[in-house]
């Protein structure tokens, strides 16, 4: 199965930025795409992502510092993430929904460290 490749993910200290991106050229029919996190110890939950209308939900521990947007093809993702803390160190993972088969498809994940 195709996966969606995301890439961007690093160390940053507290206060800092990262971008985060996620490539789905090679998934066909994507209803809707997302980012989720998973921290040591915890569930995967989600961060940010478009509904099947374009509509944009967040997290309330990142809304007004996290930022989720796409290209115009509606392929690839993008999470600004600014004023990083440390409790937003995760394994972040993009999601895409595939309408034709009513499939959620998981990439594999990038890692973001986050230093006091």
């Known amino acids: 199965q195709v996966q969606p490749v995301e890439s961007g993910g690093g160390y940053v200290q507290s206060g800092g930025s990262l971008r985060l991106s996620c490539a789905a050229s090679?998934?066909?029919?994507?209803?809707?795409m997302g980012w989720y996190r998973q921290a040591p110890g915890k569930e995967r939950e989600m961060v940010a992502r478009?509904?099947?209308?374009?509509?944009?939900n967040y997290a309330d521990s990142v809304a007004g510092r996290f930022t989720i947007s796409r290209d115009n093809a509606k392929t690839t993702t993008y999470l600004q993430m600014d004023n990083l803390k440390p409790e937003d160190t995760a394994v972040y993972y993009c999601?895409?929904?595939?309408?034709?088969?009513?499939?959620?498809?998981w990439g594999q994940g990038t890692q973001v460290t986050v230093s006091s």
């Open positions: 478009y509904n099947n209308l374009g509509s944009i």
């Open positions: 999601n895409v929904y595939q309408w034709s088969t009513g499939q959620f498809i």
């Open positions: 090679g998934i066909s029919s994507v209803a809707s």
